[in-house]
């Protein structure tokens, strides 16, 4: 019985995140102008979808031809804006929903069980997902991105070849970066027949390929992202950080005991140091690093590392978090972030150099001041745990 009600609980917070995202802070989805400047569209023929002209936009099919079926189903009238935009807006709830459900069954086919809904909040409310319909994060379809992300790894550790076959070709119509499905199952599904999973592999690479020349190609800035990302090195840093805050410790811990841990090793902990450099090589090289959702690909590695590391020092975690030390560093943390934080807001002019698209400053400065604020409060754990493993 208690699975309806963990559906419930993270329905609940899939429904507010995407209240707050989109209609407190002003998201895509709040009004048709908003949505048209995320599909390229006027606001009063939405339904035209024209980013879908442009590369790489237009070879991530899957998506739109979801949202445009549905449309097309319940209108009689290809022209009716009005139920277009709505039609969008439930898939995107639908999706947005789904993602964080298949997160906790994803959770739930692992040996953290136990953990699958706390996974799932976390999951839920990390900015990629809790500011997913904000400037810059620019969520289209990447919620359906995650969920076939999350299947395609259950069906990688089940070694279900139907289901690894069925994810990764959707994957492929999808997005691009779920080209990391056929990557894990090429190097790390040690169940399969090299011959199956290089074949599998090269199917996938050989769809990704066929979708570009069966759709006209279309030249555009393959460079685009790494220019940004080099001459923005700050936000680079900055939104990478913003996208697991203080969880990239556990992360980063988890993948230096690689060595150490591999005696209880499964698909998910052999894979995460070369996931890891393939994200973050790839997002630099091709990406935009501020629009995190890109990174937020990691998300089952990092959680799950995350759990795992919890699992394993609970009882160390639970008495600093119960120590006097944590609760004076807490409260004066909390003065001295939310002090400093105020005073960005009130004179954002002097701290940043407003950008032309309609970014949320106060919202993401808010986010970053959290991050930092449990950043902080967790510091002198790992600082005291760095110098235990020295000793």
């Avoid at 691009?176 to 996938?204: D, H, M, S, W, Y």
Wanted: proline share 3%; glycine share 4%.
């Amino acid at each position: 019985m208690k699975y309806p009600k963990h559906l419930i609980i993270l329905l609940a917070i899939a429904s507010i995140t995407f209240f707050v995202s989109n209609v407190l802070i002003n998201g895509s989805l709040n009004h048709k102008l908003n949505l048209g400047g995320e599909l390229k569209s006027s606001a009063d023929s939405l339904y035209q979808w024209k980013i879908s002209q442009e590369a790489p936009f237009k070879y991530r099919v899957l998506h739109r031809a979801i949202v445009v079926g549905v449309y097309q189903i319940l209108s009689s009238n290809r022209y009716d804006n009005e139920l277009f935009f709505n039609t969008y807006r439930i898939m995107a709830f639908i999706f947005h929903y789904l993602a964080i459900c298949l997160f906790y069954y994803f959770l739930s086919q692992t040996k953290l069980k136990i953990y699958a809904l706390a996974g799932a909040i976390i999951f839920a409310l990390l900015p990629a997902m809790s500011l997913a319909y904000n400037v810059p994060v620019h969520t289209r379809e990447d919620t359906l991105a995650y969920s076939i992300l999350l299947l395609g790894l259950v069906a990688i550790m089940k070694n279900n070849i139907q289901l690894i076959l069925l994810f990764f070709v959707l994957g492929v119509f999808c997005r691009e970066t779920l080209l990391l499905l056929p990557f894990v199952n090429l190097f790390f599904n040690q169940q399969q027949k090299l011959v199956i999973r290089t074949a599998i592999a090269g199917l996938c690479f050989a769809l990704f390929f066929g979708i570009r020349f069966y759709i006209e190609p279309t030249d555009y800035n393959h460079w685009e992202g790494f220019n940004w990302n080099r001459t923005h090195l700050l936000q680079v840093i900055g939104f990478t950080y913003i996208s697991f805050g203080i969880l990239w410790m556990p992360f980063l811990l988890h993948i230096i005991d690689f060595k150490k841990n591999k005696i209880d090793s499964d698909i998910l902990h052999n894979s995460s140091l070369s996931v890891f450099f393939l994200v973050m090589i790839t997002t630099f090289l091709g990406g935009i690093f501020n629009e995190i959702r890109i990174i937020y690909l990691l998300a089952p590695w990092v959680i799950y590392a995350v759990i795992l590391y919890y699992k394993g020092n609970k009882t160390l975690i639970q008495e600093y978090v119960g120590s006097k030390l944590f609760a004076c560093l807490a409260i004066l943390a909390f003065v001295v972030i939310a002090g400093a934080s105020l005073e960005i807001v009130r004179n954002l002019n002097n701290y940043i150099i407003r950008s032309e698209f309609d970014i949320p400053y106060t919202s993401w400065i808010a986010v970053a001041g959290t991050q930092i604020y449990f950043g902080i409060l967790c510091l002198p754990y790992f600082f005291k745990l760095n110098s235990e493993r020295q000793a």
